[in-house]
């Protein structure tokens, strides 16, 4: 009696090998390959792997390539928001002061009206403080907005008040010069415009 594992002394394992394939294939319901090198690419789970591969790389690039262009776009904005909170840092300062420069002017024009020798002196100093003033507001990009006969504009000037007298749509008097930092409004001239 032959054990069934033994293979026979007459046959090849080889051949027994692609025996138990061919069985094995026929019992799955399968036609058996006439090459038994060549599968389908359907079927090949080595095939798979690899398109699988492929398709995960090319998200892992499309991924990178998106998150680098996040990145540049994040240092952008970073860069335009530091260089502008550089260049209107002093805005809050620059607010404070101009109340001061309002006080300045209301005492010249009060020295001005008043006629003693003692209110020619304070009126020196005075004009020299406002002028140091002015010039320290124009080295840090303040300017004043004084739009005496210009045409009103909305953005900068703050109308309280109409003149019948002057022309239509121009700015006829103004009660509080405006200022702006660059091109940000710290504050609207306010005017009589014309009607």
Known sequence: MSDANTPKPDTNPLDELEQMSQDADFEAG?????????????????????????????????TKARANADMYNFQKRVERETASARKFANERLARDLLEIVDNLERAITAAEAADSKDSDALLDGVRITYKAMLSTLERHKIEVID?????????????????PEAEAGKVAQVLQKGYRLEERLLRPAMVRVGQ
Do not use: C, M, W
């Open 30 to 62: 399968t036609e058996p390959s006439e090459n038994p090198d060549q599968q389908t690419d359907e079927h090949d789970p080595v095939i798979d792997h690899y398109a699988r591969v492929e398709e995960l790389e090319k998200q892992l690039t499309e």
């Open 147 to 163: 739009p005496v006969g210009q045409d009103f504009n909305a953005d900068f000037h703050e109308a309280v008040g109409v003149d």
